[in-house]
């Protein structure tokens, strides 16, 4: 069946609409309204998003308000840098990560901070009463709590109508998995309720132009629990990371529609709560030590920053038919491939030897410029060489042993000569436009990977 339509006329200046046409629009412009058909929609159906009236209209693209001055500063830097510039009015989304790593923590700390500066924030949970919120919120709130109001309740037709009447500058929803709609009759967490509650939260983030943070469970393995139509729902995900035994927490986007999913975040999980670090480079190399065997140092570059790493390995005789390798934070493929390189280009015999190589403090860092690291970690391991904390080594390991120039190498030697290190061992590609003295660091370039175990060879 056909929908109805009307006809009206529109202005093509102002874009005032009138039921039938007139020579001179209220604006004073003559001759400037034209027919158009708009096709009407009924009011109680749920499936539509419903934020421009009762009337199915186009814009013209080149009308529509950009949404770069609608961002909302969170109050917290690093959640602001992975966010991309802070929360964008609409958007929706969804922060993950293993229980007890801080999520209902850093979200009442922003909840805090965007309810002293925005006005009214709703937090929703359906985990927690509210008087376990109200607990953590004055251990690790220091603003006025005034404006935030907290539900405890996971029927998503009460909350839609709290949320109307109270018309909050931010939604949370703590989580998504306890929320159920009564017009179904499965149990919550189900495809179908997660599914019916996610569009029922973009109806409201995108109708009220409001921005709503969801937060989700995880499975055993790490992975987001549940169907994969809440990410695709999402303009957002946030992932939470970390050790337990350890203060320091990573937030990483893996999807952003208004930003950079390369960019991370990092906290220090303290009694007060999560306090941002500023020099991440130095948490991760404070305990380095000066002579270690299979000890490297090496750079990422994480966004908008970069970061310095340590990278140790170790090689041990097998004591069973097969040799283990075993890798954390690098990738377990790209380990076997440096492995490969190693032996046909270095001469390195490993076939017997179980090899275990570890990024200290927890970082997974994508790309490839930890190659080379890696590699002299492992060399030196076996050979037993004494490394040095003053030498950096960055750059991909191609098949055939020689070494790919990468991207943003001058931010990283200002880095590495700001945390003290006096030897930056890199491919000749980048090494050609510096000189070899660099802002009191010597930058040495290589061809391959023989060349640089030459280099760490040497007293």
Same mark, same amino acid.
């Given at each position: 069946?056909?929908?109805?339509?009307?006809?009206v006329?529109?202005?093509?200046?102002c874009?005032?609409?009138s039921?039938?046409w007139q020579?001179?629009?209220?604006?004073?412009?003559?001759n400037?309204?034209?027919?158009?058909?708009?096709?009407?929609h009924?009011?109680?159906?749920k499936?539509?998003?419903?934020?421009s009236?009762n009337?199915?209209?186009?814009?013209?693209?080149?009308?529509i308000?950009?949404?770069?001055?609608t961002r909302?500063?969170?109050g917290?830097?690093?959640?602001?840098?992975?966010?991309?510039g802070?929360?964008v009015?609409?958007?929706?989304?969804?922060?993950?990560?293993?229980?007890g790593?801080?999520?209902?923590?850093?979200?009442?700390?922003?909840?805090?901070?965007?309810?002293?500066?925005?006005?009214?924030?709703?937090y929703?949970?359906?985990?927690e009463s509210a008087?376990?919120?109200?607990?953590?919120a004055?251990?690790?709130c220091?603003d006025?709590?005034?404006?935030?109001f907290?539900?405890?309740e996971t029927?998503?037709?009460?909350?839609?109508h709290?949320?109307?009447?109270?018309e909050?500058a931010f939604?949370?929803?703590?989580?998504?998995?306890?929320?159920y709609?009564?017009?179904?009759?499965?149990?919550p967490?189900?495809?179908?309720q997660?599914?019916?509650?996610?569009?029922?939260?973009?109806k409201v983030?995108?109708g009220?132009?409001?921005p709503?943070?969801?937060v989700?469970?995880v499975t055993k393995?790490?992975?987001?629990?549940?169907?994969?139509i809440?990410?695709?729902?999402?303009?957002?995900?946030?992932?939470?990371t970390g050790?337990r035994?350890?203060?320091?927490?990573?937030?990483?986007?893996?999807?952003?529609?208004?930003?950079?999913t390369?960019?991370i975040?990092a906290?220090?999980m303290?009694?007060?709560?999560?306090?941002e670090?500023q020099?991440?480079?130095?948490?991760?190399l404070?305990?380095?030590e =000066?002579?270690?065997?299979?000890?490297m140092?090496? +750079? %990422?570059?994480?966004g908008?920053?970069? !970061?310095? /790493?340590?990278? &140790?390995?170790l090689?041990a005789?097998?004591?069973?038919?097969?040799?283990r390798?075993?890798a954390?934070g690098? =990738?377990l493929p790209?380990?076997n491939?440096?492995? +490969? %390189?190693?032996e046909?280009?270095?001469? !390195?015999? /490993?076939i017997? &030897?179980?090899?275990?190589?570890?990024?200290v403090?927890?970082l997974?860092?994508?790309g490839?410029c930890?190659?080379l690291?890696?590699?002299?970690s492992?060399?030196? +391991?076996?050979?037993?060489?004494?490394?040095?904390?003053?030498v950096?080594?960055?750059?991909?390991?191609?098949?055939t042993?020689?070494?790919?120039?990468?991207q943003?190498v001058?931010?990283?030697?200002k880095e590495?000569?700001?945390m003290?290190?006096?030897?930056?061992?890199m491919?000749q590609?980048?090494?050609?436009?510096?000189?070899?003295?660099?802002?009191?660091?010597?930058?040495?370039?290589?061809?391959?990977l023989?060349?640089?175990?030459?280099?760490?060879?040497?007293?």
């Amino acid at each position: 069946m056909s929908k109805k339509s009307r006809t009206v006329f529109v202005c093509q200046e102002c874009g005032f609409e009138s039921p039938k046409w007139q020579g001179q629009c209220i604006c004073g412009q003559w001759n400037t309204m034209v027919e158009e058909k708009v096709i009407e929609h009924k009011e109680d159906d749920k499936r539509h998003r419903g934020n421009s009236g009762n009337i199915i209209k186009a814009s013209k693209l080149s009308e529509i308000r950009s949404g770069s001055e609608t961002r909302m500063d969170t109050g917290i830097g690093e959640l602001n840098r992975v966010l991309g510039g802070g929360l964008v009015k609409g958007s929706l989304t969804l922060i993950s990560g293993e229980p007890g790593i801080g999520k209902s923590t850093i979200i009442i700390q922003a909840a805090a901070k965007i309810a002293q500066n925005y006005g009214k924030v709703l937090y929703v949970t359906g985990e927690e009463s509210a008087e376990q919120i109200k607990i953590r919120a004055d251990r690790v709130c220091k603003d006025s709590l005034d404006n935030l109001f907290l539900l405890a309740e996971t029927n998503m037709e009460n909350i839609i109508h709290v949320q109307n009447e109270l018309e909050p500058a931010f939604l949370i929803i703590d989580s998504i998995q306890t929320m159920y709609s009564e017009e179904l009759e499965s149990a919550p967490g189900s495809v179908s309720q997660v599914r019916a509650c996610g569009n029922e939260l973009m109806k409201v983030g995108k109708g009220k132009n409001i921005p709503v943070f969801i937060v989700a469970h995880v499975t055993k393995s790490g992975d987001l629990a549940g169907p994969k139509i809440i990410e695709h729902l999402v303009d957002c995900v946030l992932n939470f990371t970390g050790e337990r035994d350890q203060d320091l927490r990573i937030l990483r986007a893996y999807k952003n529609r208004f930003g950079t999913t390369s960019e991370i975040g990092a906290f220090e999980m303290t009694e007060e709560g999560l306090t941002e670090i500023q020099n991440l480079s130095k948490i991760f190399l404070e305990g380095m030590e =000066d002579g270690a065997e299979g000890s490297m140092a090496t +750079a %990422v570059y994480e966004g908008t920053r970069p !970061l310095l /790493l340590e990278v &140790q390995a170790l090689t041990a005789p097998t004591n069973i038919g097969f040799a283990r390798r075993t890798a954390l934070g690098v =990738d377990l493929p790209r380990l076997n491939m440096i492995l +490969a %390189v190693l032996e046909r280009k270095a001469g !390195l015999s /490993l076939i017997n &030897q179980d090899v275990y190589v570890n990024i200290v403090g927890g970082l997974k860092p994508d790309g490839t410029c930890i190659d080379l690291a890696v590699a002299l970690s492992i060399y030196s +391991a076996f050979k037993g060489l004494k490394g040095s904390i003053r030498v950096i080594a960055i750059g991909e390991i191609g098949l055939t042993g020689d070494l790919r120039s990468i991207q943003n190498v001058e931010k990283i030697v200002k880095e590495a000569a700001r945390m003290g290190f006096t030897k930056v061992i890199m491919p000749q590609k980048n090494a050609a436009r510096f000189n070899d003295m660099q802002g009191g660091i010597r930058v040495v370039g290589v061809n391959s990977l023989k060349e640089a175990i030459q280099i760490i060879e040497q007293p």
